[in-house]
């Protein structure tokens, strides 16, 4: 078993910045993949980014290049999300993921590929 705890989240206006943080207690954490997704209000819970169990490799949806960065600290069993230049669409519940890597594949954005998720933490963006 692998428990997360989702923290970081709050109210930030447009162009701010928040560091959320995802830190797992159980299993070994450094053989575990670890994504962030976001729920906004009345939509799917989406993928946003993945880091490899490593750190070495990261992966981004497009909407959030160059705004966001997934890191990892496997000797502090936390991964992060820095999240800047905030927009009122990026307001969501934001959810960490762990799954066991288990290939050199990292990547995998259907929710129902990960084993273990955080509770969840808030981000809103105001205009």
């Known amino acids: 078993q692998v428990q997360l705890v989702e923290s970081g989240g709050g109210l930030v206006q447009t162009g701010g910045s928040l560091r959320l943080s995802c830190a797992a207690s159980?299993?070994?954490?450094?053989?575990?993949?670890v994504s962030w997704f976001r729920r906004a209000p009345g939509k799917e819970r989406d993928f946003v980014t993945a880091i490899s169990s490593s750190g070495r490799s990261t992966y981004y949806v497009d909407s959030v290049k160059g705004r966001f960065t997934i890191s990892r600290d496997n000797g502090l069993n936390t991964a992060y999300l820095q999240m800047n230049s905030l927009s009122p669409e990026d307001t969501a519940v934001y959810y960490c993921?762990?799954?066991?890597?288990?290939?050199?594949?990292?990547?995998?954005?259907?929710?129902?590929?990960?084993?273990?998720w955080g509770q969840g933490t808030q981000v809103t963006v105001s205009s």
């Open positions: 993921a762990a799954k066991r890597e288990s290939s050199s594949v990292f990547v995998y954005t259907n929710y129902r590929s990960y084993d273990y």
């Open positions: 159980g299993r070994t954490f450094s053989n575990y993949v």
